[in-house]
T-cell receptor
Framework: DAGVIQSPRHEVTEMGQEVTLRCKPI?????LFWYRQTMMRGLELLIY????????DSGMPEDRFSAKMPNASFSTLKIQPSEPRDSAVYFC?????????FGPGTRLLVL | GNSVTQMEGPVTLSEEAFLTINCTYT??????LFWYVQYPGEGLQLLLK?????DKGSNKGFEATYRKETTSFHLEKGSVQVSDSAVYFC?????????????FGTGTRLTIIP
């Protein structure tokens, strides 16, 4: 199995631009999680889905952030418009039977 | 609510030293407990887990025992190596059905000196 796949691995953009992060979970996993990691705030859960349905989005920082899961094999996290304080590493994880498997992350830099 | 408190880092040890990273938790119900490890530039990966009281999780020479009486899940290794340098996260989950969110500690950065 290829594991959780995230793209792009690195993204540099300018303030105000739209950013879309992509995730392909492990086949057969029915839960998907989006996290953000920074030095200041550590690891934060943004949102998670179960069977493609958003279950808890209380960690989404504000309306500029949105996430979708149109099918069991794909999810996106969108930031529009992006701001410098959104610079972080964004992880996607999928799970089956308690254990979460993390992707390699997308390192986002907003200038 | 659920919470995890783990040892503040960073922790620096010499190679072959004994390692303990403390983790305590507060949870409703009967949580499953986890240790995840994050190597530089990578995502988190499961190191070990325990799903009920007195269970011992082990992997790669690391061990942790689920202590319900002290609400703890301390990570130990008898002889650390340089390759163990990473950030270690303690976590819990309280769902009866799995596939629910994890509550993570803040992470402990471990550096092993040759």
């Amino acid at each position: 199995d290829a594991g959780v796949i995230q793209s792009p691995r690195h993204e540099v953009t300018e303030m105000g631009q739209e950013v879309t992060l992509r995730c392909k979970p492990i086949s057969g996993h029915n839960s998907l999680f989006w996290y953000r990691q920074t030095m200041m705030r550590g690891l934060e859960l943004l949102i998670y889905f179960n069977n493609n349905v958003p279950i808890d989005d209380s960690g989404m920082p504000e309306d500029r952030f949105s996430a979708k899961m149109p099918n069991a094999s794909f999810s996106t996290l969108k930031i529009q418009p992006s701001e410098p304080r959104d610079s972080a590493v964004y992880f996607c994880a999928s799970s089956s039977q308690e254990t979460q498997y993390f992707g390699p992350g997308t390192r986002l830099l907003v200038l | 609510g659920n919470s995890v408190t783990q040892m503040e880092g960073p922790v620096t040890l010499s190679e072959e030293a004994f390692l303990t990273i403390n983790c305590t938790y507060t949870a409703t119900g009967y949580p499953s407990l986890f240790w995840y490890v994050q190597y530089p530039g990578e995502g988190l990966q499961l190191l070990l887990k325990a799903t009920k009281a007195d269970d011992k999780g082990s992997n790669k020479g690391f061990e942790a025992t689920y202590r319900k009486e002290t609400t703890s899940f301390h990570l130990e290794k008898g002889s650390v190596q340089v390759s163990d340098s990473a950030v270690y996260f303690c976590a819990l989950e309280t769902s009866n059905f799995g596939n629910e969110k994890l509550t993570f500690g803040t992470g402990t950065r471990l550096t092993i000196i040759p």
